[in-house]
């Protein structure tokens, strides 16, 4: 909790509630059908949690924005953005439940972490994706990777925004971390 605090010093009480309640949800839960590594659990609030948060450091949310986590598996980055951005609406989708081609919703930001390649993601979810501006940034994808990106962004032909993730958080293990942009106009 300590590197949240650290980082969005500004949370109110029930933010800060909430965020700390995840360990002990996540603990429970991973017990139950491992949502999270077992080998970094230990390490969730830095490798999961904040790393999620890297997306609002880039990108804040306004009321009403509508935000779609493709792959979000044990519910990241969307869990841990739906509490900093509690007025924007998120739906956290898994492809053990549904697949991203079978929906009809439009949403004005698509957020991930390192789901597959980006050509594929785009093909995904592009069509998703509504034009406007429903936050800091125009619409568009919000993406969570790391290493050398520049050819697999490339092939999208797509124009996209780097940001480093150590310009955010100063820990070792976000050192060849980014968060990939790309606007939908």
């Not at 969005?8 to 949370?11: R, S």
């Not at 429970?28 to 999270?36: F, P, S």
């Given at each position: 909790m300590e590197l949240i605090d650290k980082y969005?010093?500004?949370?109110t009480e029930l933010q800060r509630q909430q965020f700390a309640a995840l360990y002990g949800l996540y603990a429970?839960?991973?017990?139950?059908?491992?949502?999270?590594?077992r080998k970094d659990f230990d390490q969730l609030y830095l490798r999961h949690v904040l790393h999620?948060?890297?997306?609002a450091k880039v990108c804040t949310f306004d009321a009403g924005a509508r935000i779609l986590d493709v792959g979000c598996g044990g519910?990241?980055?969307?869990?841990?953005?739906?509490?900093?951005f509690p007025e924007a609406h998120f739906t956290a989708l898994d492809p053990r439940c549904v697949r991203v081609e079978t929906l009809q919703e439009r949403y004005d930001y698509v957020v991930s972490r390192a789901v597959t390649a980006m050509p594929e993601f785009v093909r995904w979810i592009w069509a998703k994706?509504?034009?406007?501006?429903k936050g800091s940034l125009p619409n568009g994808i919000l993406?969570?990777?790391g290493g050398d990106l520049a050819e697999e962004l490339?092939?999208?032909g797509m124009r996209w925004y780097i940001y480093d993730i150590p310009r955010f958080f100063g820990e070792e293990f976000f050192e060849t971390k980014k968060v990939v942009y790309t606007p939908k106009i």
């Open positions: 969005f010093p500004g949370l429970d839960w991973n017990a139950k059908i491992n949502v999270v590594s999620s948060l890297a997306i519910g990241f980055p969307s869990v841990p953005l739906a509490i900093l994706i509504g034009k406007g501006q993406y969570l990777k490339a092939q999208t």
